[in-house]
């Protein structure tokens, strides 16, 4: 079978591979989690990746002409099926975060209170105070950001720790994590059920989340930060913050995790470079079957 001929099946078999198994085996590289940016990087490639094949299946089987008649409808109709289930996904995903985030932001603005204290007025976000004794602290983005806080929050954390949580909360404003999140979360939910791999998505959260504590760790250091983890792991932690809305945040698991990563350094230069590198590879395959397709 010539390659041109081979790349629809190719393009095919790479498809349903970067849809389930494996995201599954990427998940098990916990050493990926030293390099968050890197990590991210590779995740979000590896999912797009996919999409790309799938969609790219009918356009390299129409212009294969030695595939019989029954294998070219195949391909047109797992691409097409693949675009419409991307728009709805995205249709989908985007309303529901952008709806639930403007009723949480009203709410929160009703029921909280401004603080412009100098510690929280150094976040450079405004901060909003619910009254409730339960120590919380998230982060609601879009275009009126909020950094929100209980009073139980301001009670249980020393000024040290209370600058490491706003600094966080910070980092995933500034960096927009939400739209990183929404992203990925798009591509997952554009895969039918059957083939998603939920691993994916729970190590995509961690690493947002990892991000932003290498942020705090820099600013506050690891012990203060460490100290309000600890302080803050039974507090809620709504889903709509940064798009998690399916119950795979992980709590008490997560926290674990990041405790951990806060005392390991950062990855070798070299394992960094691997990781971009994979990270084009992988992205660039499909494309590249595709051109030998129609070429």
């Known amino acids: 079978m010539e390659l041109a001929t ?5 393009l095919a078999l790479g498809a349903a591979l970067l849809a389930g198994p494996g995201p599954r085996a990427m998940a098990r590289l916990a050493r990926f989690r030293r390099a968050p940016f890197e990590a991210l990087v590779v995740w979000q490639c590896v999912a797009l990746a996919g999409v790309v094949a799938a969609l790219a299946v009918a356009p390299a ?3 294969t002409a030695a595939l019989p008649a029954w294998a070219t409808a195949a391909a047109l109709a797992l691409s097409a099926a693949m675009l419409a289930r991307l728009l709805w996904s995205g249709h989908r995903v985007g309303t529901r975060l952008r709806t639930e985030r403007r009723r949480h932001r009203e709410l929160v603005d009703a029921l909280g209170t401004h603080d412009d204290s100098p510690a929280t007025r150094a976040a450079g976000s405004e901060v909003r105070v619910l009254a409730h004794p339960t120590p919380t602290a998230y982060c609601l983005p879009g275009r009126r950001q909020r950094v929100v806080l209980t009073e139980g929050t301001l009670l249980a954390l020393p000024a040290d720790e209370l600058a490491a949580v706003l600094t966080h909360e910070r980092a995933h404003l500034r960096a927009r994590h939400d739209l990183v999140l929404e992203f990925f979360t798009v ?5 039918p059920a059957r083939l998603r791999a939920v691993e994916a ?6 690493l947002v989340e990892v991000l932003a504590d290498r942020a ?9 930060l ?24 992980g709590g008490g698991s997560v926290t674990r995790d990041r405790m951990l990563l806060l005392a390991e350094p950062d990855a070798p230069f070299a394992l960094r470079v691997a990781m971009l590198a994979f990270a084009v590879a992988v992205l660039a395959t499909p494309v ?3 051109a030998v397709a129609v070429g």
């Open 6 to 10: 081979a790349a629809p099946v190719a």
């Open 61 to 63: 089987a129409v212009a």
């Open 187 to 191: 591509l997952h939910e554009a895969v």
């Open 201 to 206: 998505l729970r190590e995509v959260r961690l």
């Open 216 to 224: 705090a760790r820099r600013v506050a250091g690891p012990v203060p």
């Open 226 to 249: 460490a100290r309000a983890l600890v302080s803050l792991a039974g507090g809620a932690h709504p889903d709509t913050a940064l798009g998690v809305t399916d119950g795979t945040r």
């Open 288 to 290: 590249v079957l595709l």
